[in-house]
T-cell receptor
Framework: GENVEQHPSTLSVQEGDSAVIKCTYS??????FPWYKQELGKGPQLIID?????GEKKDQRIAVTLNKTAKHFSLHITETQPEDSAVYFC????????????FGTGTQLKVEL | DTAVSQTPKYLVTQMGNDKSIKCEQN?????MYWYKQDSKKFLKIMFS???????INETVPNRFSPKSPDKAHLNLHINSLELGDSAVYFC??????????????FGPGTRLTVL
């Protein structure tokens, strides 16, 4: 079935260090993989996405890599700052229509001073 | 501001009541969605509409009835509220259903508490 697994569930890093969150998906035909950041009391905000015809995408301190063969994708945040602290969700759109996003279970990232 | 907006932000009600949550987007998008986020923060789709037409109904109890009066609005009506309906409900929109335009933008959420 349609499934996205996300690890770790919690991640604590020191300010300035890098953070990596990993996801795997079940449908090899999936073609769109967004990452969302959710701050306390707010809605998920799209921070970066990648499509299946690309292996890597970078936007300032954030990068996403996609390995279609292994069916996994990762979020990399470099030079972390306290304002990066939030819950991060990976997601995938599976084939079958409707543009339905299937989310991972979330990673609580805490950046410590 | 261009955005997805929801009202109310908080909703506290008794079991058995009927309530509605409203959603509006001024992004000019054709497609709108409702997602439910439970107490463990798990996000799951409930419905999607494209140009006022129902596209996805993800095995949601029929106590939940979405209504799209026009493509900029997607409201969620819930009958006979149960304790298990307590959650945060997010509205979202995307430009359309095509592969190149499927970025989804989320509203701020409505926290529903059923007592």
């Amino acid at each position: 079935g349609e499934n996205v697994e996300q690890h770790p569930s919690t991640l604590s890093v020191q300010e300035g260090d890098s953070a990596v969150i990993k996801c795997t998906y079940s449908d090899s035909a999936s073609n769109y993989f967004p990452w969302y950041k959710q701050e306390l009391g707010k809605g998920p905000q799209l921070i970066i996405d990648i499509r299946s015809n690309v292996g890597e995408k970078k936007d300032q301190r954030i990068a996403v890599t996609l390995n279609k063969t292994a069916k996994h994708f990762s979020l990399h945040i470099t030079e972390t700052q306290p304002e990066d602290s939030a819950v991060y969700f990976c997601a995938a759109i599976f084939t079958g229509g409707g543009n339905k996003l299937t989310f991972g279970t979330g990673t609580q990232l805490k950046v410590e001073l | 501001d261009t955005a997805v907006s929801q009202t109310p932000k908080y909703l506290v009600t008794q079991m058995g009541n009927d309530k509605s949550i409203k959603c509006e987007q001024n992004l000019g998008h054709d497609t709108m969605y409702w997602y439910k986020q439970d107490s463990k923060k798990f996000l799951k789709i409930m419905f999607s509409y494209n140009n006022k037409e129902l596209i996805i109904n993800e095995t949601v109890p029929n106590r939940f009835s979405p209504k799209s009066p026009d493509k900029a609005h997607l409201n969620l009506h819930i009958n006979s509220l149960e304790l298990g309906d307590s959650a945060v409900y997010f509205c979202a929109s995307s430009q359309d259903l095509t592969r190149s335009n499927n970025e989804q933008f989320f509203g701020p959420g409505t926290r529903l508490t059923v007592l």
